[in-house]
T-cell receptor, first 115, second 113 residues
Framework: GAGVSQSPSNKVTEKGKDVELRCDPISGHTALYWYRQSLGQGLEFLIYFQGNSAPDKSGLPSDRFSAERTGGSVSTLTIQRTQQEDSAVYLC?????????????FGPGTRLTVT | GESVGLHLPTLSVQEGDNSIINCAYSNSASDYFIWYKQESGKGPQFIID?????DKRQGQRVTVLLNKTVKHLSLQIAATQPGDSAVYFCAEKKNTGFQKLVFGTGTRLLVSP
């Protein structure tokens, strides 16, 4: 079956521009997560969506970062006024949900480069 | 593909050897632990998990050991193969009811033929 997909796979943008990163989770997965992975670092949690509950945004590094999940499926991570320190791989993951399964399935990531 | 990290701790082994990757976790209240494997240019892939009420769990060629006394987790890979070369992350879930996973920085495993 189809796994988690992300687009674009690579994004190069100029400092100060806005970018949108897209995640298509596995069908039927109610939980969706965004992580950031900088070079030489582990995965940094950004935001978590679970069903219709309010998202947990505790990991967003600044108010330039926001995310939406429409219709309980596709999610978009938006970074406004990008900075060079935003350069990283942004990973999306989904899971069946907090009760059914804790295993998170990851997409291939979007590599963001801010010049 | 590109490396996910140039300065990660690295474990180099010969093909056929057993590998042991270690991880120290931070929170004694964590109740669930996972090992992920990340190949170059790909997202992390689930390997094996263990709950805090267990101290050992075995999968296919992999074994996870949990020592809660010293907050230590290890992943043992038997008969390591070149295809096992990747970065391995441990992750812990804190017992807060939310599935937030906290990931370690990773260990790079290099398997020589």
């Amino acid at each position: 079956g189809a796994g988690v997909s992300q687009s674009p796979s690579n994004k190069v943008t100029e400092k100060g521009k806005d970018v949108e990163l897209r995640c298509d989770p596995i069908s039927g997965h109610t939980a969706l997560y965004w992580y950031r992975q900088s070079l030489g670092q582990g995965l940094e949690f950004l935001i978590y969506f679970q069903g219709n509950s309010a998202p947990d945004k505790s990991g967003l590094p600044s108010d330039r970062f926001s995310a939406e999940r429409t219709g309980g499926s596709v999610s978009t991570l938006t970074i406004q006024r990008t900075q060079q320190e935003d350069s990283a791989v942004y990973l999306c993951a989904s899971s069946l949900g907090a009760v059914l399964s804790l295993e998170q399935y990851f997409g291939p990531g979007t590599r963001l480069t801010v010049t | 593909g590109e490396s996910v990290g140039l300065h990660l701790p690295t474990l180099s082994v010969q093909e056929g050897d057993n590998s042991i990757i270690n991880c120290a976790y931070s929170n004694s209240a964590s109740d669930y632990f996972i090992w992920y494997k990340q190949e170059s240019g790909k997202g992390p892939q689930f390997i094996i998990d263990i709950r805090s009420n267990m101290d050992k769990r075995q999968g296919q060629r992999v074994t996870v050991l949990l020592n809660k006394t010293v907050k230590h987790l290890s992943l043992q890979i038997a008969a390591t193969q070149p295809g096992d070369s990747a970065v391995y992350f441990c992750a812990e879930k804190k017992n807060t009811g939310f599935q937030k996973l906290v990931f370690g920085t990773g260990t790079r495993l290099l398997v020589s033929p």
